[in-house]
């Protein structure tokens, strides 16, 4: 789950809201103006504006909220047959015997936006824009269902199926992006970007117990390996 607010703007000199769109706050003013203290304090957001001839930047911060829901069935006779061969596969009822880990966690991250349009010919805008990575540092729990019972006397076996806290860390792909605009007349525009993301932040996301008898182990990897693009 992401979401991202903004503050209302208000012009910190007069009563009239700001335009919010790109397009229009990146006009050329008739004299050369700085603006700066634009937001609302209360709520926690940060909002420069910097306004002149030829050009406009705009820098502010945002909030993020996740949540993970995991699931996955347990073969409980696989892991039997490994810890005990074929005593402790007939103790829980033979081959066929399995049981579904539930996982959900969450957490809260902030990040920035920084971004800047030009106008470097009568017709023609460019700009530019980076969005931060947003690191989650997310808790939660895990649970298993239909654990065989002669498990219970196995410590090693009894740990790792055992209902408990988690915690996982995230951290997402930061982004840059260029765009270009030109005018050719009242009635076509040509509009374009590229947008780089850092993928390759995400590697591996181990899901790590944070209580009970199995404590800082790990209950699970997810592995990605993802590519920047």
């Known amino acids: 789950m992401y979401s991202e607010t903004w503050p209302p703007l208000v012009n910190a000199t007069g009563p009239a809201p700001l335009e919010r769109s790109w397009t229009e706050c990146a006009k050329p003013v008739a004299s050369a103006q700085q603006e700066t203290g634009f937001g609302d304090a209360n709520d926690g957001h940060v909002l420069w504006l910097c306004n002149i001839p030829k050009w406009f930047v705009r820098c502010g911060n945002f909030p993020g909220r996740r949540l993970t829901e995991l699931s996955g069935f347990e073969n409980y006779s696989a892991t039997a047959f490994s810890a005990g061969g074929a005593g ?5 009822g033979g081959s066929g015997v399995e049981g579904q880990n539930t996982t959900s966690v ?4 902030w990040g920035f936006n920084i971004g800047a349009l030009f106008d470097v010919a009568p017709a ?11 690191d989650y540092k997310m808790d939660g729990n895990t649970s298993f269902s239909n654990v065989p019972a002669a498990f219970a ?3 090693a076996l009894a740990a790792g199926t055992s209902n408990g806290n988690v915690k996982l860390d995230i951290k997402t792909p930061d982004n840059l992006s260029f765009s270009v605009a030109h005018r050719f007349n009242e009635r076509l525009d ?21 209580s009970g008898a199995a404590s800082g182990s790990t209950l699970s990897t ?3 390996n993802f590519d920047d693009t």
């Open 222 to 224: 997810l592995t990605f």
């Open 124 to 134: 023609t805008r460019m700009g530019i824009h980076y969005r931060s990575s947003l």
């Open 153 to 155: 006397g196995i410590p």
């Open 88 to 92: 402790l596969l007939g103790a829980i």
């Open 190 to 210: 040509l509009l374009g970007d590229l947008t780089w993301w850092h993928w390759s932040k995400i590697r591996q996301l181990p899901l790590v117990r944070s």
């Open 106 to 109: 969450d957490g809260d991250a």
